[in-house]
T-cell receptor, first 113, second 114 residues
Framework: AQKVTQAQTEISVVEKEDVTLDCVYE???????LFWYKQPPSGELVFLIR??????QNEISGRYSWNFQKSTSSFNFTITASQVVDSAVYFC??????????FGSGTRLQVQP | DVKVTQSSRYLVKRTGEKVFLECVQD?????MFWYRQDPGLGLRLIYF???????EKGDIPEGYSVSREKKERFSLILESASTNQTSMYLC?????????????FGPGTRLTVT
């Protein structure tokens, strides 16, 4: 069975602080994909990144970076110099052979001005 | 741009009513999905379909059924709505192929059953 755990229910930071959102996953499949989605107050999920299980390279995209470590089954997401517009619920998700995503419970990030 | 649309943003129904939630995608995607989102539980898969007239149960199919008569349209049906089906419902679609596993989501339908 697949499982994704986002232990942080809610995080509050002040603008310009760095923040890391944790994601731990469980699967017995050797081939899988990991995702992060952002859900702003408008409600629509926005795709941020996809990583496959054979690519452990960290990725940076502007103020966003992702750290994938198979040894600890983690796929953490860091926002550098957070902004108010980063306030949202962030979901980590896992895709294996069944083609449908298994989501974590989400982390609500509040960035205060 | 991929577009996934859902028939309603907000819906209020009475207990026992039959409810149809419609989802349409315009990118010729093979796969379509229905999730429900509840606070503290994330998104949970109700049903998905990988082809016309094909469907598979997800993690919480009880009380729901689906229909996929055309490739672009995937309907979620609540045969007899109950108050515990009050939730946000999200539809998604994805293509099938090498590396093409990103799911695109619709705006969601917030259903209230009274």
């Amino acid at each position: 069975a697949q499982k994704v755990t986002q232990a942080q229910t809610e995080i509050s930071v002040v603008e310009k602080e760095d923040v890391t959102l944790d994601c731990v996953y469980e699967t017995r499949d050797t081939t899988y994909y990991l995702f992060w989605y952002k859900q702003p107050p408008s409600g629509e999920l926005v795709f941020l990144i996809r990583r496959n299980s054979f690519d452990e390279q960290n990725e940076i995209s502007g103020r966003y970076s992702w750290n994938f470590q198979k040894s600890t089954s983690s796929f953490n997401f860091t926002i550098t110099a957070s902004q108010v517009v980063d306030s949202a619920v962030y979901f980590c998700a896992l895709l294996t052979g069944r083609r449908a995503l298994t989501f974590g419970s989400g982390t609500r990030l509040q960035v205060q001005p | 741009d991929v577009k996934v649309t859902q028939s309603s943003r907000y819906l209020v129904k009475r207990t026992g009513e039959k409810v149809f939630l419609e989802c349409v995608q315009d990118m010729d995607h093979e796969n379509m999905f229905w999730y429900r989102q509840d606070p503290g539980l994330g998104l949970r898969l109700i049903y998905f379909s990988y082809d016309v007239k094909m469907k598979e149960k997800g993690d919480i199919p009880e009380g729901y059924s689906v229909s996929r008569e055309k490739k672009e349209r995937f309907s979620l049906i609540l045969e007899s709505a109950s108050t515990n089906q009050t939730s946000m419902y999200l539809c998604a679609s994805s293509d099938t192929g090498q590396g093409a596993y990103e799911q695109y989501f619709g705006p969601g339908t917030r259903l209230t059953v009274t």
